[in-house]
């Protein structure tokens, strides 16, 4: 009976999740009378791909996805591989590392207390990376909750006996990192990758902050300007255009254009999601 309640209860809960992406997947494709009338539920209403043809025509729109993927690509390769370092370093014992416990505190410290957002707009503003896709990267380069993660399941799920092998056959650091401690811990680096992959695509406050020109906004600055600012100069439409179309088609094109990557992403890493997570906890 708990697992018939049980099951019923999360089909309902992913309906619950699932039906307005359908919606606004359904808006999308519809037409500009059928939209603004509220006609559209589940299935699109005169079926249409204006919004997705004008959307993907505009450069504001298109730049702003290109410096998405570039973002998103340049911090997870950079912030993955800085973290793995950071952790593989403070997985080694006391004995090995004079000081590791001050160093775990001082990112540990980081993560309750902030220096403020002025002071971290002046930093980024005194290395010249305004309106850089590097002040997009850097400043939260590292998350020391990741960070963590790592370093949990280093120091738990690592044999031992591996990294005295690789050092008995003259292994240095770098290669027993990269021989040893990374083929063992690819569940949990899928996992990280994963969290790092949707950081970047969805953070739009920062695009926001350090970007004072449109054509270098990412993605997701660009639509919470738009949808949320209900700002659609953004999207530098042609009189005619703005008149053919709807405004709730275009938001809605672009909510899927921006949404979906993120989805046929997941599935991949999501099996090592729960894996990567608890593996380093759970010993039989």
């Given at each position: 009976?708990?697992?018939?309640?049980?099951?019923?209860?999360?089909?309902?809960?992913?309906i619950v999740c699932v039906l307005p992406l359908i919606h606004v997947f359904a808006v999308s494709f519809s037409g500009a009378h059928a939209a603004n009338a509220n006609l559209v539920s589940f299935w699109p209403v005169d079926f249409a791909t204006d919004a997705y043809g004008v959307v993907l025509g505009n450069g504001n729109f298109v730049g702003a996805l290109q410096t998405t993927i570039l973002r998103t690509v340049l911090g997870t390769v950079v912030g993955m591989s800085i973290m793995l370092m950071i952790a593989y370093s403070?997985?080694?014992?006391?004995?090995?590392?004079?000081?590791?416990?001050?160093?775990?505190?001082?990112?540990?410290?980081?993560?309750?207390?902030?220096?403020?957002?002025?002071?971290?707009?002046?930093?980024?503003?005194?290395?010249?990376?305004?309106?850089?896709?590097?002040?997009?990267?850097?400043?939260?380069?590292?998350?020391?909750?990741?960070?963590?993660?790592?370093?949990?399941?280093?120091?738990?799920?690592?044999?031992?006996?591996?990294?005295?092998?690789?050092?008995?056959?003259?292994?240095?650091?770098?290669?027993?990192?990269?021989?040893?401690?990374?083929?063992?811990?690819?569940?949990?680096?899928?996992?990280?990758?994963?969290?790092?992959?949707?950081?970047?695509?969805?953070?739009?406050?920062?695009?926001?902050?350090?970007?004072?020109?449109?054509?270098?906004?990412?993605?997701?600055?660009?639509?919470?300007?738009?949808?949320?600012?209900?700002?659609?100069?953004?999207?530098?439409?042609?009189?005619?255009?703005?008149?053919?179309?709807?405004?709730?088609?275009?938001?809605?094109?672009?909510?899927?254009?921006?949404?979906?990557?993120?989805?046929?992403?997941?599935?991949?890493?999501?099996?090592?999601?729960?894996?990567?997570?608890?593996?380093?906890?759970?010993?039989?």
């Amino acid at each position: 009976m708990f697992s018939l309640c049980n099951n019923i209860l999360l089909a309902l809960l992913g309906i619950v999740c699932v039906l307005p992406l359908i919606h606004v997947f359904a808006v999308s494709f519809s037409g500009a009378h059928a939209a603004n009338a509220n006609l559209v539920s589940f299935w699109p209403v005169d079926f249409a791909t204006d919004a997705y043809g004008v959307v993907l025509g505009n450069g504001n729109f298109v730049g702003a996805l290109q410096t998405t993927i570039l973002r998103t690509v340049l911090g997870t390769v950079v912030g993955m591989s800085i973290m793995l370092m950071i952790a593989y370093s403070l997985a080694r014992e006391n004995e090995e590392f004079k000081g590791r416990k001050w160093y775990v505190w001082f990112f540990v410290f980081t993560m309750l207390f902030h220096g403020g957002l002025v002071p971290g707009y002046i930093v980024v503003q005194k290395l010249g990376l305004i309106n850089s896709v590097w002040a997009l990267i850097l400043p939260n380069c590292v998350n020391v909750f990741n960070l963590i993660l790592l370093l949990n399941f280093f120091r738990t799920s690592v044999p031992k006996a591996l990294e005295e092998s690789a050092y008995l056959d003259g292994a240095g650091h770098f290669k027993t990192l990269v021989f040893v401690y990374l083929p063992i811990s690819m569940p949990a680096i899928a996992t990280i990758s994963l969290f790092t992959i949707v950081y970047h695509w969805n953070a739009w406050f920062d695009g926001l902050l350090f970007m004072s020109d449109v054509q270098n906004y990412p993605l997701s600055t660009l639509l919470q300007t738009i949808v949320v600012q209900l700002d659609l100069s953004k999207l530098t439409l042609d009189p005619e255009e703005y008149q053919r179309l709807s405004d709730r088609t275009l938001k809605a094109a672009q909510i899927c254009i921006t949404v979906t990557p993120i989805l046929v992403v997941y599935p991949f890493l999501q099996r090592y999601f729960v894996k990567g997570i608890v593996l380093g906890s759970v010993k039989e």
